[in-house]
């Protein structure tokens, strides 16, 4: 069974960064989509960013347009961590930050795409 773990979060004031981390265990995803899912309180979930495999390619990124430009998706150790940098951080970026993965791959930005999940770490931007 894949477990997705996430570390990296906390409070930084606004203008500030976080990088959060995401590692895998339980199976390989090298070939697997990796994405950033945030919620808010009272908000639905929503896609932050994503990576996908395409073979002969490097992996490729898309990001929610609230965040492109400041935020930066990763991938590491072949493929099973996936990096969120989070640049110039905003009020409006506070929200819990879940990984999530799909095995099959592909680009989906739906969170029902997904087939596993962390447990979410807060980022608080204040300020």
């Known amino acids: 069974q894949v477990q997705l773990v996430e570390s990296g979060g906390g409070l930084v004031q606004a203008g500030g960064s976080l990088r959060l981390s995401c590692v895998a265990s339980?199976?390989?995803?090298?070939?697997?989509?990796m994405g950033w899912f945030r919620q808010a309180p009272g908000k639905e979930r929503e896609f932050v960013a994503a990576?996908?495999?395409?073979?002969?390619?490097?992996?490729?990124?898309d990001y929610a347009d609230s965040v492109k430009d400041r935020f930066t998706i990763s991938r590491g150790n072949a493929g099973n961590t996936v990096y969120l940098q989070m640049n110039r951080l905003k009020p409006e970026d506070t929200a819990v930050y879940y990984c999530?993965?799909?095995?099959?791959?592909?680009?989906?930005?739906?969170?029902?795409?997904?087939?596993?999940w962390g447990q979410g770490t807060q980022v608080t931007v204040s300020s």
């Open positions: 999530a993965a799909r095995f099959l791959g592909g680009t989906y930005y739906g969170a029902h795409d997904y087939d596993y």
């Open positions: 339980g199976g390989t995803l090298s070939t697997s989509t």
């Open positions: 990576t996908w495999w395409s073979r002969g390619n490097p992996y490729y990124a």
